[in-house]
């Protein structure tokens, strides 16, 4: 059982003597966090990190977090019901603000299969920080890569509540940007993200 009230009491929060601007000028560019969501397997994770290669050989200051990872120690104690994957995507946006509010550009690949959960993560953000990027590749394709072999366990029974077999994957409606992850490269998706990142001025001040 998870919640989201405040239950410490006694406590005050404390301004940085240091400004967000003065770290983004630091850094040359923008605080804001890509949000990457789709099905498992298509592809969020490879484009997340290739971007951040690719904004890292750019002298940006990036960072990638992942579903995989992050369930390894900040949210090891969730599990992937509704209430536990809501939870999941709220831990991760308060950690996603604090990044952009170090300046950094945070480049996050959680399926997040929820709208309202996405939302809400969007609501945390100030204008422009939020960028929603939709890894669009059909479950017939991310059946047939299947890496970790899910969607066979889940098919056979063996993992129950998965997302989009037996559980829904709710498709953003207005992503800033729509990646077509069945025809498309690993490398010509990152691009593309880099592109629109440079076309609508994240990656300079």
Same mark, same amino acid.
């Given at each position: 059982?998870?919640?989201?009230?405040?239950?410490?009491?006694?406590?005050?929060?404390?301004?940085?003597?240091?400004?967000?601007?003065?770290?983004?000028? @630091?850094?040359?560019?923008?605080?804001?966090?890509?949000?990457?969501?789709?099905?498992?397997?298509?592809?969020?994770?490879?484009?997340?990190?290739?971007?951040?290669?690719?904004?890292?050989?750019?002298?940006?200051?990036?960072?990638? @977090?992942?579903? !995989?990872?992050?369930?390894?120690?900040?949210?090891?104690?969730?599990?992937?019901?509704?209430?536990?994957?809501?939870?999941?995507?709220?831990?991760?946006?308060?950690?996603?603000?604090?990044?952009?509010?170090?300046?950094?550009?945070?480049?996050?690949?959680?399926?997040?299969?929820?709208?309202?959960?996405? !939302?809400?993560?969007?609501?945390?953000?100030?204008?422009?920080?939020?960028?929603?990027?939709?890894?669009?590749?059909?479950?017939?394709?991310?059946?047939?890569?299947?890496?970790?072999?899910?969607?066979?366990?889940?098919?056979?029974?063996?993992?129950?509540?998965?997302?989009?077999?037996?559980?829904?994957?709710?498709?953003?409606?207005?992503?800033? @940007?729509? @990646? !077509?992850?069945?025809?498309?490269?690993?490398?010509?998706?990152?691009?593309?993200?880099?592109?629109?990142?440079?076309?609508?001025?994240?990656?300079?001040?």
């Amino acid at each position: 059982m998870t919640t989201t009230d405040q239950t410490a009491t006694n406590i005050t929060w404390h301004e940085s003597r240091v400004e967000r601007s003065a770290r983004e000028i @630091l850094s040359g560019h923008r605080g804001v966090v890509v949000w990457f969501t789709g099905l498992s397997a298509s592809g969020k994770s490879t484009v997340a990190n290739e971007v951040d290669h690719l904004l890292h050989a750019q002298g940006k200051s990036t960072y990638v @977090l992942d579903g !995989d990872n992050v369930r390894h120690g900040l949210n090891k104690n969730l599990g992937f019901s509704a209430e536990d994957r809501a939870e999941n995507i709220r831990r991760i946006g308060e950690v996603a603000k604090l990044f952009v509010d170090s300046g950094t550009i945070a480049l996050t690949a959680f399926i997040s299969p929820y709208s309202a959960d996405r !939302d809400q993560v969007r609501e945390l953000m100030g204008e422009r920080e939020f960028i929603e990027v939709y890894v669009n590749a059909s479950l017939a394709t991310c059946e047939d890569r299947d890496p970790k072999g899910l969607y066979a366990k889940a098919r056979a029974g063996e993992i129950k509540g998965f997302t989009g077999i037996d559980d829904p994957y709710e498709a953003p409606e207005s992503a800033e @940007l729509v @990646l !077509d992850a069945d025809t498309k490269g690993i490398e010509e998706l990152a691009v593309e993200v880099v592109e629109f990142l440079e076309a609508n001025a994240y990656l300079t001040l």
